[in-house]
């Protein structure tokens, strides 16, 4: 079992920048954990992928959405993923989850075994 810690989030104005980092864990050998992503739920919406990275960092991933302004990485040294969120719309306001997985290359909710307790996020018009 992997532990998710995420920290670094808060208030910030449209067009601005945060930074959100995921310390795990427990159980992180590569072996068992292959991918790391972070997921967001918006108020009244379902959980939505946002990013993913092997833990290799061989493989990144990116929903649509985010693409060109958010930017996935890790360092195993510290065994810490983060997220670079840049040119943040109202529309990227919700609860960031970190979620590690033992399937490779994978942005399926149902695949990722262990969660973080979430961050909020909230971004102002």
């Known amino acids: 079992q992997v532990q998710l810690v995420e920290s670094g989030g808060g208030l910030v104005q449209a067009g601005g920048s945060l930074r959100l980092s995921c310390a795990a864990s427990g159980r992180t050998r590569t072996s068992s954990t292959k991918t790391m992503g972070w997921f967001r739920q918006g108020s009244g919406k379902e959980r939505e992928f946002v990013a993913g990275?092997?833990?290799?960092?061989?493989?990144?991933s990116y929903a649509d959405s985010v693409k060109g302004r958010f930017t996935i990485s890790r360092d195993n040294a510290v065994n810490t993923v983060y997220l670079q969120m840049h040119s943040l719309k109202p529309e990227d306001t919700a609860v960031y989850y970190c979620a590690a997985s033992q399937v490779w290359g994978t942005r399926m909710p149902i695949d990722f075994g262990s969660w973080g307790q979430g961050t909020q996020v909230t971004v102002s018009s």
């Open positions: 990275i092997t833990w290799s960092g061989t493989l990144t």
